[in-house]
């Protein structure tokens, strides 16, 4: 009963913002999913705070602009909120120095490494190329040196979607190190609470801002959690077992973004 009651109380708010996931919801690849483009614009038209949140790590925040321009979406770079953000802030405000298992894209957002200190940390994004038996070996040895020594996991991600398939995200490799530690990573990314909160428009509360992805655990289930709502989109690394296995289940399932700017727009006209 507690559960329709909010279900209700969430589609009878007003929706001011909106929080867009990008690979696989918005684009994928280099491709925007049907429609994206003339629907972002659609969704900024009607007056609704909009604000890109992403757990991707293998791109600079530049690097994502660049690409959303390049493919047609009209935004600005301040209007992206990534993962790596959150953990460039977190490696700041902990004053730590680093070994990282990031590209060499996503590292210019990070600070210089100190070379007169030793490593006292791990940081782990989605880097394919260093996720061999040399790099994970001295990520290994700089959490083993000492125990206070983090495990910082931009991510977690199981897999995400490329224009050839499913492809394994940082979570194995992560979960691998954990394992071999004894370690236990420091999430900074989606579905983390704190990742959510800190992503919210200024002087929005979480009621008021709906979430759009294709991952139905860190998209939507990590946003209802602080209390937004979730839509679901059909595309990306959307599986109907993933969907299945979140309680409760999203605000909506809708077949791409295009169908989600339907959703929030009827409704708006609504209240």
């Known amino acids: 009963m507690l559960y329709r009651w909010s279900l209700v109380r969430f589609r009878k708010m007003s929706i001011k913002a909106a929080l867009i996931d990008l690979s696989g919801t918005l684009h994928v690849e280099d491709e925007p999913t049907p429609n994206a483009v003339v629907a972002l614009q659609r969704l900024r038209s009607s007056g609704i705070t909009v604000k890109f949140v992403t757990n991707t790590t293998k791109d600079s925040k530049a690097t994502l602009y660049e690409r959303l321009v390049k493919i047609g979406f009209q935004l600005e770079v301040a209007e992206i909120y990534s993962s790596l953000s959150a953990a460039v802030a977190f490696v700041s405000n902990e004053k730590l120095n680093p070994y990282y298992l990031l590209t060499s894209d996503a590292r210019r957002d990070f600070p210089d490494e100190d070379?007169?200190?030793?490593?006292?940390?791990?940081?782990?994004?989605?880097?394919?190329?260093?996720?061999?038996y040399e790099h994970m070996n001295k990520a290994f040895n700089v959490l083993l040196q000492n125990k206070t020594h983090k495990l910082v996991a931009v991510h977690q991600g199981k897999y995400y979607k490329r224009a050839d398939g499913l492809a394994l995200g940082p979570g194995c490799f992560v979960k691998g190190l954990e394992y071999a530690t004894g370690s236990t990573a420091t999430l900074i990314g989606k579905p983390n609470s704190y990742y959510f909160q800190s992503a919210l428009p200024d002087g929005l509360r979480a009621e008021e801002c709906v979430m759009i992805g294709d991952d139905a655990n860190d998209d939507i289930a990590g946003a209802m959690q602080v209390g937004m709502q979730g839509i679901l989109v059909k595309t990306g690394k959307f599986l109907p077992d993933a969907l299945a296995a979140i309680s409760p289940p999203p605000t909506a399932v809708v077949k791409n973004f295009a169908e989600a700017v339907d959703w929030i727009l009827c409704r708006k006209q609504g209240n």
Request: proline share 11%.
């Open 115 to 132: 070379q007169s200190r030793p490593h006292d940390a791990v940081v782990v994004g989605l880097a394919p190329n260093a996720f061999d």
